[in-house]
């Protein structure tokens, strides 16, 4: 069974960091790119960041760009997206999710970032 | 950026009734558009790609169809069931971009 599951999330400061992971199971994590989006709570679907399974070539939104971080460890299929800096507006749901030929075929089932003094 | 343009924003339907969302972009996308179903509390999950091809396990009263910038998601026979907020994408461009999603509500 192809399956995403995020951990890390919780409630952090701002200016505070996080790292959240996506781990990976029954599919080639090294032959589909991975993407990490975000949802404010009841609001609509915002992509963060995308990193290319065989190169280093992570690409990121403009709202996140020098702030977040992603990179994957493959001996444990799993991503990672480092969160420094965060600021009020970074608090969302944030999913991973399989590309699957240009189309996003498997969600996780996303977890809760809160930034909040 | 893209921007992707959902209408209605929402809608009320009854069961066995066809409904049609419309998906416009603001340029060609050709035909790299997808349509997602998100329920309360749960992720999206894929029912269309590439405009008008069904996700292997959707039923197939779900449809698609379009191409560059104007794009429709039609259910021909409402279930229950089928109460959730739909989104488009693009993946034609970078960064992929999604519209803003169709509350339907049975």
């Known amino acids: 069974e192809v399956k995403l599951v995020e951990s890390g999330g919780g409630l952090v400061q701002p200016g505070g960091s996080l790292r959240l992971s996506c781990a990976a199971s029954g599919f080639s994590f090294s032959d589909h790119f991975i993407h990490w989006v975000r949802q404010v709570p009841g609001k609509g679907l915002e992509w963060v960041s995308r990193?290319?399974?065989?190169?280093?070539?992570?690409t990121y939104a403009d709202s996140v760009k020098g702030r977040f971080t992603i990179s994957r460890d493959n001996a444990k299929n799993t991503l990672y997206l480092q969160m420094n800096s965060l600021r009020v507006e970074d608090t969302a749901v944030y999913y991973c999710?399989?590309?699957?030929?240009?189309?996003?075929?498997?969600w996780g089932q996303g977890t809760l970032v809160t930034v909040s003094s | 950026d893209i921007q992707m343009t959902q209408s209605p924003s929402s809608l009320s339907a009854s069961v066995g009734d066809r409904v049609t969302i419309t998906c416009r972009a603001s340029q060609s996308v050709s035909s790299f558009l997808n349509w997602y179903e998100q329920k309360p509390g749960k992720a999206p999950k894929l029912l269309i790609y590439?405009?008008?091809t069904l996700e292997r396990g959707v039923p197939s009263r779900f449809s698609g169809s379009g191409s560059e910038t104007h794009f429709t998601l039609t259910i021909s026979s409402l279930q229950p069931e089928d109460s959730a907020t739909y989104y488009c994408?693009?993946?034609?461009?970078?960064?992929?971009?999604f519209g803003q999603g169709t509350k339907l509500e049975i």
């Open positions: 994408q693009q993946t034609y461009s970078t960064p992929p971009t």
């Open positions: 999710a399989r590309d699957h030929g240009s189309s996003w075929d498997c």
């Open positions: 990193f290319i399974g065989d190169e280093n070539s992570p």
């Open positions: 590439a405009a008008a």
